[in-house]
C-alpha cells in the first residue's frame, strides 16, 4: 500500500481506513486516527464542482516531505495521505489522512499536523465551478494561523 497517494479516481474511505488498521495493527500500533474531507457544497451560489490542478512529481513530493515531517515529529507506526485532483462534486471524498501510533495522543497530532499542511502548503489549484461562474479558491487566513502551533513546536 502506498503511503502517498495523488490520484483522480474516487477511493473507499471506510475500505482505506480497514486496510490502513490491519497495517498499523501490525505494526503494533495502539492508535489509529483517519480524517476524510468531502468537497463542500459551498455557502453562497450552488456548487456544481470543484476543479482542482496539480503538477505530478511536484504535489507527490510536498506531501511525502509533509508525511516525513510528521514521522519525525512524533513517533508513528504509519502514516498516509490520499488526494483527489480532476472534477469533483459536492459530497465527493476529496482527501484523506491516516497516522498510527502506540498512543492517541501522537496519531491525533500527527493526523492534524498533516490536515493544516496538506490545506495550506499542498501545492494544489481549486477553481469552485458554480450556477454563476468559475473563481479560483485563494488561500485563507484562518489556514495560515493553523499552521502557527505546529511551528518552532
Known sequence: MEDVRVQSDPF????????????AGAL??????????LVRGGTGPKLLRLEIEHYPGMTERAIHAMRD?????????????IHRYGSLAPGEPIMMVATAARHRAEAFSAAEFLMDYLKSRAPFWKKEVTEEGANWVAARD???????????A
Open 142 to 152: 484562518a489556514d495560515e494561523a493553523a499552521l502557527d502551533r505546529w511551528r518552532g
Open 28 to 37: 503494533d500500533a495502539g492508535a489509529v486516527v483517519t480524517f476524510s474531507g
Open 69 to 81: 515531517e510528521a514521522r519525525e515529529r512524533w513517533q508513528l507506526s504509519a502514516a498516509m495521505v
Open 12 to 23: 473507499d474511505a471506510a475500505m482505506e481506513a480497514a486496510a490502513f488498521a490491519v497495517r
